[in-house]
């Protein structure tokens, strides 16, 4: 009885129930995902999806996110959509998005008054150059985590590598990066598949 109130492990395969996610959740989710994120608001997001919440598995959150790159408006925006229309359709994605949004308006509003007032201060000035620091810290940790959920799909880390030389070195055009290597990899993902099938089904690969 004990095993079957255990919560699922993290990472475990997406095919599992999912979790009865209320309207409710949803905000008070993604408020403190808006309200945690100074400097880079996505790690936050994956903490409060994938191992906190674990509304998304690790690989869910890999493919959602690279979804929302795709889309107009920023990824976190996006990222709350999705999650919301996936659990309360339209009315879900509607509340992710206003959790997501209310509280930081709120405190940027504030911090915008007093950045006028007291911005010219030193202290306030390094202050701003450390969290911009830590932000980038954050961004490299997410990196490094989501990598650790294609371990056991090593025939897309080339991608991976392909995209980061593209445009941190050779600083090529975003979308044209992505457009190439998102259809690259899919053709690769296809073949996988049918591949797959095809031990699986007699004349499956016909």
Same mark, same amino acid.
């Not at 504030?110 to 010219?120: I, K, N």
């Not at 995209?163 to 070195?169: E, K, L, N, P």
């Given at each position: 009885?004990?095993?079957?109130?255990?919560?699922?492990?993290?990472?475990?395969?997406?095919?599992?129930?999912?979790?009865?996610?209320?309207?409710?959740?949803?905000?008070?989710?993604?408020?403190?995902?808006?309200?945690?994120?100074?400097?880079?608001?996505?790690?936050?997001?994956?903490?409060?999806?994938?191992?906190?919440?674990?509304?998304?598995?690790?690989?869910?959150?890999?493919?959602?996110?690279?979804?929302?790159?795709?889309?107009?408006?920023?990824?976190? %925006?996006? $990222?709350?959509?999705?999650? !919301?229309? /996936?659990?309360? +359709? #339209? =009315?879900?994605?509607?509340?992710?998005? *206003?959790?997501?949004?209310?509280?930081?308006?709120?405190?940027?509003?504030?911090?915008?008054?007093?950045?006028?007032?007291?911005?010219?201060?030193?202290?306030?000035?390094?202050?701003?150059?450390?969290?911009?620091?830590?932000? %980038?810290? $954050?961004?490299?940790?997410? !990196?490094? /985590?989501?990598? +650790? #959920? =294609?371990?056991?799909?090593?025939?897309? *880390?080339?991608?991976?590598?392909?995209?980061?030389?593209?445009?941190?070195?050779?600083?090529?055009?975003?979308?044209?990066?992505?457009?190439?290597?998102?259809?690259?990899?899919?053709?690769?993902?296809?073949?996988?598949?049918?591949?797959?099938?095809?031990?699986?089904?007699?004349?499956?690969?016909?």
């Amino acid at each position: 009885m004990a095993d079957e109130n255990r919560p699922p492990a993290p990472g475990a395969a997406s095919d599992a129930v999912p979790p009865e996610v209320t309207l409710g959740a949803l905000f008070s989710g993604f408020s403190r995902v808006g309200l945690s994120g100074f400097g880079g608001v996505l790690p936050f997001a994956r903490r409060m999806l994938v191992e906190r919440q674990r509304w998304l598995s690790p690989q869910e959150f890999n493919s959602v996110l690279g979804l929302c790159q795709f889309l107009p408006g920023p990824n976190v %925006v996006n $990222l709350a959509v999705c999650v !919301g229309s /996936r659990y309360q +359709g #339209a =009315l879900g994605a509607v509340v992710s998005v *206003l959790g997501m949004l209310i509280g930081p308006f709120a405190v940027v509003l504030l911090l915008g008054l007093l950045y006028s007032l007291y911005g010219e201060l030193h202290l306030v000035q390094a202050m701003l150059r450390g969290i911009s620091a830590v932000g %980038v810290g $954050l961004i490299l940790a997410l !990196g490094v /985590r989501m990598l +650790g #959920a =294609l371990k056991e799909k090593r025939v897309y *880390l080339p991608f991976t590598v392909l995209a980061f030389v593209a445009i941190a070195v050779l600083r090529l055009p975003l979308v044209v990066v992505m457009v190439v290597l998102a259809t690259a990899s899919s053709v690769v993902a296809y073949r996988r598949v049918r591949r797959a099938m095809a031990t699986l089904v007699p004349g499956g690969d016909k």
